[in-house]
T-cell receptor, first 117, second 114 residues
């Protein structure tokens, strides 16, 4: 299985709602990533998990709360979002780099398109 | 820190004509380079990647890219464009020294004229 799956495909939420995005992979990857992509812009890294521990937080507002309950699952919990948070949220996974000059390709899911009203 | 520049924001090409998209990167170590394509409303699809070895890389959908270390470039080419190639194209550099980060260029939107 070489897929990264994301649910839901589309999500519409109000600013007072609480919702979650889900990402799953069964490739045995131990690094997982969340990206945010605004329209006509490149993806921007939000969070990186390595061995189920948060290793990078790119100064993301606390209304976004990531969670990695096990090595196959990655969640992004959303609360009190703003309309400007509307975007495509992409999940990716990779092997963990264990040595110098060792970059591991990231595999991307199809994304969740989020609209905040 | 690593960076990627795609100088062309938009490119319009006639169907059947050749296409070249430019990408320049900045990274102090061995670069790992990627080209992705994204159709409207869709996720990212990997076209090709360069890790080492032959500097001319073949990808899917008839695309190829050439790595030129002396010019810090990784340009994407296709000899004959199809209408279905209209999309956004992103060049990216992978940085193992920065937590396996992937840094994207700003993207080039390709429009195909009939």
């Amino acid at each position: 299985d070489t897929e990264v799956t994301q649910t839901p495909k589309h999500l519409v939420m109000g600013m007072t709602n609480k919702k979650s995005l889900k990402c799953e992979q069964h490739m045995g990857h131990r690094a997982m990533y969340w990206y945010k992509q605004k329209a006509k812009k490149p993806p921007e890294l939000m969070f990186v998990y390595s061995y189920e521990k948060l290793s990078i937080n790119e100064s993301v507002p606390s209304r976004f709360s990531p969670e990695c309950p096990n090595s196959s699952l990655l969640n992004l919990h959303l609360h009190a979002l703003q309309p400007e948070d509307s975007a495509l949220y992409l999940c990716a996974s990779s092997q963990v780099s264990i040595g110098k000059s060792s970059y591991n390709e990231q595999f991307f899911g199809p994304g969740t398109r989020l609209t905040v009203l | 820190a690593q960076s990627v520049t795609q100088p062309d924001i938009h490119i319009t090409v006639s169907e059947g004509a050749s296409l070249e998209l430019r990408c320049n990167y900045s990274y102090g170590a061995t670069p790992y380079l990627f080209w992705y394509v994204q159709s409207p409303g869709q996720g990212l699809q990997l076209l090709l990647k360069y890790f080492s070895g032959d500097t001319l890389v073949q990808g899917i959908k008839g695309f190829e890219a050439e790595f030129k270390r002396s010019q810090s470039s990784f340009n994407l080419r296709k000899p004959s464009v199809h209408w279905s190639d209209a999309a956004e194209y992103f060049c990216a550099v992978g940085a193992w020294a920065a937590g396996n980060k992937l840094t994207f260029g700003g993207g080039t939107r390709v429009l195909v004229k009939p």
